[in-house]
């Protein structure tokens, strides 16, 4: 890319600010069973996640023994009624299954946790929009009623929440263990390096500014087609020095 790129783009800053600015390293992610404690990152999220998980699969796990040994009829439509919800044989049964996929997730890491909480908040939401469709119909094969509607709503919004506590924001902070690693932006290796070359580049970027708007000396436009040439950016700068120095002789 040519200095003409610099067309219309003036800025106040100095040339050598360029050559001060260091390289943006990122912290790298901790790998499964390091101490987070030794790697930097904020150890709240994985907590809030790990915890979040034990308490709702514990709440679920106590529904789910209350139906299961309360005798309820497998496929009844019409349930007895535990912690003021509805329940029959298939319900518990399926309390008792997702209760042990919340412990088991928040037992194996909280990333685990993280993804499974997720998963499971949203089929509990739509969970509830689908047996609120089929209430007081023969199709109500999980005996639920509005408690459980309601019910199956909060538990599914929390699992989401809880989930994506730390996870999805488009700005995570650097100590989140969900920051992505930010690649090192690493400086061009033909910027100038001393004083001379600092200048041969102001100069340079006048005269092509100068050409383009058409009031370049006989000198400048001389020049500009000289480094046009050549392709690299050390490569103008080395004719244009090169200039400077057969004049000075």
């Known amino acids: 890319m040519t200095l003409l790129s610099h067309?219309?783009?003036?800025?106040?800053?100095?040339p050598l600010d360029v050559l001060r600015r260091p390289l943006r390293t990122a912290a790298p992610r901790p790998r499964s069973g390091v101490d987070v404690r030794d790697t930097g990152i904020d150890g709240r999220i994985f907590a809030v996640?790990?915890?979040?998980?034990?308490g709702v699969?514990?709440?679920?796990?106590?529904?789910?023994?209350?139906?299961?040994?309360?005798g309820v009829p497998f496929l009844s439509t019409h349930g007895e009624r535990y912690l003021g919800m509805s329940s029959n044989g298939l319900l518990s049964a399926l309390s008792l299954v997702v209760a042990a996929a919340l412990l088991a997730a928040a037992l194996r890491g909280p990333r685990l946790a993280s993804t499974v909480m997720i998963a499971l908040g949203v089929l509990f939401l739509l969970s509830a929009l689908v047996n609120m469709a089929v209430l007081r119909t023969a199709y109500n094969l999980l005996a639920f009623r509005m408690s459980n509607v309601v019910f199956s709503v909060v538990v599914g919004?929390?699992?989401v929440v809880l989930g994506a506590y730390g996870r999805t924001s488009g700005n995570l902070p650097a100590d989140s263990p969900y920051a992505?690693?930010?690649a090192?932006?690493?400086?061009?290796?033909d910027l100038p390096s001393t004083p001379e070359e600092i200048a041969a580049e102001a100069a340079m970027r006048e005269a092509e500014i100068a050409v383009v708007q058409h009031y370049a000396t006989e000198d400048q436009q001389r020049r500009v087609r000289a480094m046009a040439r050549v392709h690299t950016r050390d490569e103008r700068r080395r004719v244009w020095m090169q200039e400077d120095a057969s004049r000075s002789v």
């Open 184 to 189: 090192a932006v690493a400086e061009p290796p």
């Open 57 to 70: 699969g514990l709440i679920l796990l106590v529904f789910g023994l209350l139906g299961a040994t309360g």
């Open 49 to 54: 996640q790990r915890r979040g998980a034990v």
């Open 180 to 182: 992505h690693p930010r």
């Open 7 to 14: 067309v219309g783009h003036h800025t106040t800053e100095h």
């Open 157 to 159: 919004l929390l699992l």
